[in-house]
């Protein structure tokens, strides 16, 4: 119940009405506002969630319609990432790399440049052990092979992707043996049974925003005779 309150507190839930006692009643307007909720922030920040609520009761339908697009908006764009990340890290694994040699080994600023990131990103790779290249033994300085390279690419278009670095830790070993592309197959899949579970709770969500003006307009054109006092 402390939940419901912070809703309607939040602007979320409208105002309820009162009894003679105090206590608060909710109605179908209520419930639909916070099956909105609860729909939205499933498939976007529930801090965007709010915002979009609170915009179909405080402003015209085509403000909070615009946010509503937006967010659809963003998940496409996630979608189409995911879409070219599957495409370019399949090139990637595909590529073979026989022949091996020393002069092949990339510096972490070289392959920066090549991948368009910063040398700390890769340093940070290099911590959570995503890729961890060879170290210099007198220096101390990273080098990377092209096995290396190849794994530094495929992280760099998961991350893409959208792909954290938690689940990326526990794939990157999977990738130094045989089936690397059925196993970077298998992240890509399980990031689209995500973005799809999010397009369908933004879904559900529409539904319930669409039932919210369905009532306000009821209640706009009600004889003012049955309107209650």
């Known amino acids: 119940m402390q939940q419901v309150r912070n809703l309607e507190r939040a602007g979320v839930l409208p105002p309820a009405t009162r009894t003679a006692a105090g206590y608060r009643v909710y109605g179908e ?3 639909q506002s916070a099956l909105a909720y609860r729909a939205l922030a499933a498939g976007i920040e529930p801090s965007e969630a709010r915002k979009i609520v609170r915009a179909v009761h405080r402003f015209p339908l085509a403000h909070a319609l615009a946010l509503l697009d937006a967010a659809h908006a963003r998940l496409a764009a996630e979608r189409t990432e995911l879409k070219n990340a599957e495409h370019a890290a399949q090139a990637v694994c595909a590529e073979p790399i ?3 040699r020393s002069s092949d080994s990339m510096s972490v600023s070289e392959l920066a440049n090549a ?3 910063r040398p700390s990103t890769l340093r940070h790779w290099d911590s959570e052990g995503l890729v961890v290249p ?3 033994p007198v220096r101390g300085t ?5 096995a290396h390279v190849r794994n530094a690419r495929i992280v ?3 991350r893409l992707a959208g792909y954290r670095i938690a689940p990326l830790r526990a794939l990157m070993p999977q990738l130094h043996r045989a089936r690397r592309w059925a196993d970077v197959s298998a992240a890509l899949a399980a990031r689209d049974l995500q973005l799809t579970a999010r397009s369908r709770t933004l879904l559900d969500a529409a539904a319930a925003i669409s039932a919210i003006v369905a009532l306000a307009d009821s209640a706009l054109h009600e004889p003012a005779d049955t ?3």
């Open 29 to 31: 307007l209520h419930l």
């Open 98 to 100: 026989d022949d091996v």
């Open 115 to 117: 991948l368009g990131v």
């Open 134 to 136: 060879s170290r210099d």
């Open 142 to 146: 990273r080098h990377y092979t092209p």
């Open 156 to 158: 760099h278009q998961l």
């Open 227 to 229: 309107k209650p006092t």
